[in-house]
């Protein structure tokens, strides 16, 4: 851990510390992206924080981008995200999506 102000920060630069999630099928949740049309897209979440969400998709998701997170098995993940990163893993894409708090 290293420190920001009185804040300890995770040694590998992320904002919170994060926690691998068991992948089953419970995992699955629905993405709107914010676009011309609002698209809807499955994503399987494989970590989380208190910052973010690491997910696969089956589609490249773009950078800055908005997306309204439907994850009907837990309602205490924020409703929404904005994509800080995405890249291909050979099969899909993973993504790491930041919370936005608030309204």
């Known amino acids: 851990m290293r420190k920001m102000g ?3 920060l995770p040694a ?3 904002l919170a510390e994060r926690v691998a999630v068991d992948q089953d099928e419970e995992n699955l949740m629905l993405l709107s992206v914010r676009d011309l049309v609002m698209a809807n897209v499955e994503a399987k979440m494989h970590d989380i924080s208190r910052a973010g969400m690491g997910i696969s998709v089956e589609q490249e998701l773009v ?3 908005m997306v309204i997170i439907t994850a009907g098995f837990h ?3 924020p ?3 904005v ?8 099969r899909k894409f993973r993504a790491g999506l930041k919370f936005v708090r608030g309204s």
């Open 63 to 65: 950078l800055g981008r």
């Open 79 to 81: 409703k929404k995200g």
């Open 75 to 77: 309602d205490e993940i």
């Open 12 to 14: 590998d630069g992320r």
């Open 6 to 8: 009185n804040a300890a």
């Open 83 to 90: 994509v800080m990163w995405s890249r291909s893993d050979g």
